[in-house]
């Protein structure tokens, strides 16, 4: 069977085609090996069980938290690093996640991102999910939010009053208060307030 009888007919945006041209052209590839390529991809994807957007956004998102400075330590010695200092110096390292939140929020706000908030508050979930359950809703106004974390037994109580600190931080600069916190039995749980907001 020749090569022109195993070639399929395909239609795409013209729009596509033409920046795909152009990229093949600066890798100097063809455009057929580049789609080939792009094929293949997207069948390993599937046959992984991996949606191809998943992939992009998990890329976003590390972009996004390795730029604003976080780093990939386990979480072993992160959890003794970090409670050994709240040991020693308790404020002072409160103070610092709490800077960090404001730091944080100013960050994300330079991204060019559609809504700094809700991306940034998705991103400390997923940071800090191997805590445990890490949960922030908010109402239809977005007037009020509820952050919870919950399944952090057998961590030290430090380091989800810390992770919250860094919320308060971050949330402060779009006109959030903490309005209510309880602490049990593996759970802390925060109300945050918007003080002024357009309805």
Do not use: C, H
Not at 94 to 100: A, E, G, P, T
């Amino acid at each position: 069977m020749s090569v022109a009888t195993e070639r399929k007919a395909l239609f795409a945006r013209r729009d596509l085609v033409e920046r795909l041209i152009a990229m093949a052209s600066s890798r100097g590839s063809s455009l057929y090996s580049l789609v080939n390529e792009i094929f293949e991809l997207y069948i390993e994807f599937e046959d992984r069980g991996i949606k191809m957007r998943s992939v992009v956004d998990e890329l976003e998102f590390y972009r996004r938290v390795f730029g604003a400075g976080f780093v990939l330590v386990p979480n072993v010695l992160w959890l003794r690093a970090v409670n050994e200092l709240y040991k020693d110096v308790g404020e002072e390292v409160r103070n610092d996640w709490l800077s960090l939140g404001t730091w944080l929020s100013r960050y994300y706000q330079t991204l060019g991102l559609e809504d700094p908030l809700r991306v940034l508050l998705e991103d400390i979930k997923k940071v800090f999910s191997w805590l445990g359950e890490v949960s922030i809703t908010s109402s239809a106004d977005r007037g009020r939010l509820e952050v919870v974390m919950a399944g952090v037994r057998g961590l030290p109580s430090s380091i989800p009053r810390l992770v919250l600190d860094m919320v308060r931080g971050a949330l402060k600069e779009y006109g959030y208060r903490l309005t209510n916190s309880l602490e049990g039995e593996g759970v802390l749980k925060a109300v945050f307030e918007r003080e002024t907001y357009e309805q």
